[in-house]
């Protein structure tokens, strides 16, 4: 695939090709400005960025011509880099508006069976109550975005989640909450891409797959040890090889 932004007509993606199936988790790693969270973006559908070249597919179907409402009901979540912070809508309003939106009429979340399940993961990532009737994200500290992140992927359950830098910014504690929380999804029916610049996160959830991307391109693949190199090496001379 390769993406370009949409107004300067910058090239960022310049070819990637990925397959991820459910029941894998793989991570991404790659210096600055690579083009990480474009891809996460691009996968998603933010309108920003303009797929020049290839396809995206999810289960066989390409989603390129979708909207991100219509890619999300079909299993797709992302967890941003920068969570927005949305005046007016509650952290609960949003998390049922999310869940409900991917299910038939007949199957709408009752608000019991909600309030279970919310509790249960409040528990699971250590947050407070009080959490949830605030305003989304307004006024969270950047640990308690990430984390409130992470409480919607356990709510709305994809299939297929993109998490970008869920470990910045987190104290060591809220690392391994976040890693827990992600860690209770793995399973046969649940796949993630997980971008991150630390081998931290990779110790507590491990990967199957790691993939360097280098200047909009996967430069290496291999298995949880390329993040040990990584740490020790840096990305020099996987940059001077890439050129
Ligand atoms: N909307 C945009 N307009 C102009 N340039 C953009 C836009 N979005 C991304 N870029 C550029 O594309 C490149 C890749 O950005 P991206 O955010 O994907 O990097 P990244 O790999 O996620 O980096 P980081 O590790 O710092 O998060 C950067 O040079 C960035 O400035
Ligand atoms: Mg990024």
């Known amino acids: 695939m390769k993406a370009d932004q949409e107004q300067s007509a910058k090239p960022i993606l310049k070819g990637v090709n990925l397959v991820l199936k459910t029941g894998e988790i793989h991570a991404i790693m790659g210096p600055n400005g690579t083009g990480k969270s474009t891809l996460a973006e691009t996968i998603m559908g933010n309108p920003t960025y303009q797929v020049t070249q290839g396809d995206i597919l999810l289960n066989g179907e390409s989603i390129l011509s979708m909207p991100v409402d219509e890619r999300a009901r079909k299993g797709l979540f992302l967890a941003m880099q920068y969570p ?19 299910r038939p009429d007949d199957e709408r979340l009752s ?10 993961n409040l528990d699971l ?3 407070d109550q009080a959490m949830i009737e605030r305003y989304l994200n307004e006024g969270f500290s950047g640990g308690e975005k990430k984390r409130n992140e992470i409480l ?14 869920i470990d910045s910014g987190l ?10 929380g992600v860690n209770s999804m793995r399973g046969s029916g649940f796949g993630s891409l997980i971008i991150t610049h630390y081998q931290r996160l990779l110790d507590y959830i491990v990967p199957d797959t790691v993939h360097i991307m ?3 391109k996967i430069s290496q693949t291999g298995g949880p040890e390329l993040a040990a190199q990584l740490e020790k ?3 020099k001379d996987l ?5």
């Open 233 to 235: 090496e840096g990305y």
């Open 152 to 165: 919607q992927l356990l709510m709305i359950k994809p299939e297929f989640a993109i998490l970008d830098e």
């Open 84 to 102: 927005a912070e949305i005046r007016g809508v509650t952290n609960a309003e949003f998390l049922r508006t999310a869940i409900n939106a991917r």
């Open 171 to 180: 104290d060591i504690d809220a690392l391994k909450i976040v890693a827990r």
């Open 125 to 127: 990532l250590e947050m």
């Open 111 to 120: 608000i019991t069976d909600f309030l279970q399940e919310l509790n249960k």
């Open 214 to 216: 280098i200047d909009g």
């Open 239 to 243: 940059e001077t090889a890439a050129k």
